[in-house]
């Protein structure tokens, strides 16, 4: 059973900077996206970075000279380096992933940028 599992959520003030990764455990098969998607109080859960397996990467609007997504493909493990946040980014976090064309979640991980 494939299991996605991602770290690196918490509080931080506006301006600042957090870090998440997520990894795929479990998997033999290649994967063609990892990615995130952040679900806010209230709102629809919306793609912030989506890395496909060629290298390309596309990025929410809202989020682009801000985030970088990036993958180790060796390591199953996607990462998302997210600087200048605003309060508007506050949500859960969710890593998400294509694998062999099923499609994985994890659990997800709280960001919160306090004002």
């Known amino acids: 059973q494939v299991e996605l599992v991602e770290s690196g959520g918490g509080l931080v003030q506006a301006g600042g900077s957090l870090r998440l990764s997520c990894t795929a455990f479990?998997?033999?098969?290649?994967?063609?996206?990892m990615g995130w998607y952040r679900q806010a109080p209230g709102k629809e859960r919306e793609a912030v970075a989506i890395?496909?397996?060629?290298?390309?990467?596309t990025y929410d609007d809202s989020v682009k000279g801000r985030f970088t997504c990036s993958r180790d493909a060796v390591k199953n493990t996607v990462h998302l380096q997210m600087n200048s946040l605003k309060p508007e980014d506050t949500g859960v976090y969710l890593c998400?992933?294509?694998?062999w064309g099923q499609g994985y979640w994890g659990q997800g991980t709280q960001v919160t940028v306090s004002s």
């Open positions: 479990e998997t033999d098969y290649s994967i063609y996206v």
């Open positions: 890395h496909y397996s060629g290298g390309s990467v």
């Open positions: 998400y992933a294509v694998i």
